[in-house]
Each structure stands twice: as C-alpha cells, then as structure tokens.
C-alpha cells in the first residue's frame, strides 16, 4: 500500500501538473469506485483546482465551491499521469480518468479485488470527519508523540500503523523505522521508556524523510513516480525475508498475519524488551493486521 513518502510523491507532482487548471471532466470507468452519492459526481466537472494534499494515505484535490475528491488507492491502486491525447491502460485496470487541460491522471487498480476508492465530499467539515486522526510524526512534538503511543497498550508494529494515531505510516515503513530504532515491532507501548521513544521517532522522522526525498529523485526525468511498490531494493528489512540485515547480516526473520507480513531483525538486542510469553513461529505469529 503507498504510504507517506509515496503519497507525498505523488501529491507533489500532480500540483505541478494541475494546480489552478481545470477539471474538464472526470469519466468514472468503474461506478463502485465511488463510495459517495452526495454531492453528484457531476457536480466537478469545469471546476478550478485549488490544490492537492495528503490526508494519511489519501491523495485530496481540492476544487472550488469547497469540493474535495478524496482518492485512497488501498494496496493495490496507483495513480498514472498522461500525456494530452494519450490512452489509459488498457483493460480493466483503469477505474477512473480525471481529464484536465495539460493531460489526464489514471486511477488504476491491479488485480480483481476492488479495495481502491473515491469518495467527493463537500465542505471542510465533512473532510476533516474522514481523516482518521493519526499525527504527522515529521512535524509533532516528542510529547505528544509520547502520548499517542502510551494511549494504548499495543505492539509496535500495531500502534505505528494504526491510522488514528498515525498519519500515512504501513507496513512497509514501520518495519524499516523499527529496524532503525533497533526496537522489536513485538514491544508493547506502555513499556517503552522516554529514550526509547526519543529514538522511535528519531527513527521515524529520518527514514520517512530520506525515502520521500529518494523517491522524489527516482521520479526521474518523466516528473512522475511511475513504480509505486511496498518492495524496494535498499530496504532494510521489509520484503527482505531471510536476507542478511545490513548492520548485523543476520538472516531477516518475518511474522504473517491475514494479509500483513511483518520482517525484523531478531537479534537480541533487537528484542530484548519485547513481551513474548512463548516462543513465536515467523511463519504463524500473532500480531495485529496493519491497518490501512
């Protein structure tokens, strides 16, 4: 699932592309794409954009009359810049075309199961009732990161992607926080002291920083990130499942649960404070699905 740096990517150079152009026309390819009736979808078409944000793992166009066309791309949705006159992809991976006077952006979705969705909503009230909460850990304070992680008495890995007290932090990223922070994603919050929590967001604020600014250089000379991916080489441990760690070439341990897979260095120093009443089979472990 894009997170953070992927969204931030993307929010940054479709601005480039339509910030004060016009919405032409917005042909939906896929009605169950659009999760809302009211106001009518319609109701965009010739409107001005005046701007584009992040919302937690949300792409916002904002268009005149306080109109908000909010796009979560869930795990398998990616947004594709077009070219005036260019086609979409072909097949049924383009769920929506959103037609402006430099080109078009492409909602696309991989796959069979529709997870991706659109919702239009209208006024700043009803925009800030979708969001679902979580702080931006680039710009808090340690306190009140503190307080959002000792809220609740969650794992790690549970906390850091839960929504409502994290913005834009999955799977991906908090696996490479942890690594950085040299925590186990099995530690429990409430037994966190103040330094480790000191480099948790220490952690935190680095790796979401450095891969932003890596993923805006990988955009390239096209201007646009055309290969949005949870699996990237130079990750730490994420995707890296029984590949050496790259500090302690200790082979990569992973834990699975539903659809979400955790991956972690699992030498002591990693874990020694995590709470593990028995022992845990990477393949079969217990954790919290992460949330989206």
Not at 93 to 100: P, Q, S, V, W
Not at 159 to 167: A, G, K, Y
Not at 200 to 229: M, N, Y
Not at 266 to 280: F, K, M, Y
Request: glycine content about 8%.
């Amino acid at each position: 699932m894009p997170e953070l740096p992927d969204i931030s990517v993307y929010v940054e150079c479709l601005a480039a592309r339509v910030q004060g152009d016009r919405l032409q026309r917005l042909r939906l390819r896929n009605p169950f794409l659009l999760r809302t009736a009211l106001p009518p979808i319609a109701s965009v078409e010739g409107r001005a954009v005046l701007g584009i944000s992040r919302l937690g793992k949300r792409v916002v166009i904002e268009l005149e009359g306080e109109l908000f066309l909010v796009l979560h791309l869930m795990i398998a949705g990616r947004l594709k810049w077009l070219a005036a006159g260019a086609k979409p992809p072909a097949g049924r991976a383009t769920l929506a075309l959103f037609e402006f006077g430099g080109g078009s952006l492409a909602f696309t979705e991989a796959g069979t199961t529709r997870r991706a969705s659109l919702h239009l909503l209208q006024g700043r009230d009803a925009l800030a009732a979708s969001d679902p909460g979580g702080i931006d850990v680039l710009g808090c304070e340690l306190a009140a990161f503190a307080a959002r992680l000792r809220s609740e008495n969650h794992t790690l890995k549970r906390s850091l992607t839960d929504p409502r007290l994290f913005s834009g932090i999955g799977n991906a990223y908090s696996d490479e926080i942890l690594h950085r922070a040299k925590l186990s994603p099995l530690l429990l919050t409430r037994k966190l002291d103040d330094t480790q929590i000191d480099t948790l967001l220490a952690a935190a604020r680095s790796v979401l920083a450095e891969w932003t600014a890596r993923l805006r250089s990988e955009a390239g000379p096209s201007g646009w990130p055309d290969k949005v991916t949870a699996f990237r080489s130079g990750m730490a441990v994420h995707g890296r499942y029984r590949q050496p760690c790259p500090v302690c070439a200790a082979p990569v341990q992973r834990i699975v649960y539903a659809d979400s897979e955790t991956n972690y260095c699992a030498l002591p120093d990693r874990r020694q404070a995590a709470r593990r009443p028995r022992a845990v089979d990477p393949a079969q472990g217990q954790l919290a699905p992460a949330h989206r």
